[in-house]
């Protein structure tokens, strides 16, 4: 079982940058990772990290957000720069211990998540 919980969501200005962080309880994972859901979409990924440091991105926030876990494993953060109102949206991390191939940013994939940190960008 792992338990994940949200930090540091808020309202920012297009441009501006947030970042968000997720506690996470247990080691019983090797894929863990960031999704968002904003109003009348679906849940997409934005970010994964798997147990050897692999990383992926969704195109839409390449080059402008960034995942990382802290030293002991135990806090997944995603730092947002250059922020649209398109990444509006709540935001989810969320893990798996999966057993063949790699990490994707299906959310099928995963079966542990937080509870959301909204994010609002504004113009």
């Known amino acids: 079982q792992v338990q994940l919980v949200e930090s540091g969501g808020g309202s920012v200005q297009a441009g501006g940058s947030l970042r968000l962080s997720c506690a996470v309880s247990?080691?019983?994972?090797?894929?863990v990772g960031w999704f968002r859901q904003a109003p009348g979409k679906e849940r997409e990924g934005v970010a994964y990290v798997d147990s050897g440091g692999n990383l992926a991105y969704a195109d839409s926030v390449k080059g402008r957000f960034t995942i990382s876990k802290d030293n002991a494993g135990n806090v997944l953060y995603l730092q947002m720069n250059s922020l649209k109102v398109e990444d509006t949206a709540m935001y989810y991390c969320?893990?798996?211990?999966?057993?063949?191939?790699?990490?994707?940013?299906?959310?099928?994939?995963?079966?542990?998540w937080g509870q959301g940190a909204l994010v609002t960008v504004s113009s």
């Open positions: 247990s080691y019983a994972y090797n894929c």
């Open positions: 969320a893990a798996t211990y999966r057993l063949l191939g790699d990490c994707t940013l299906a959310k099928a994939d995963y079966n542990y």
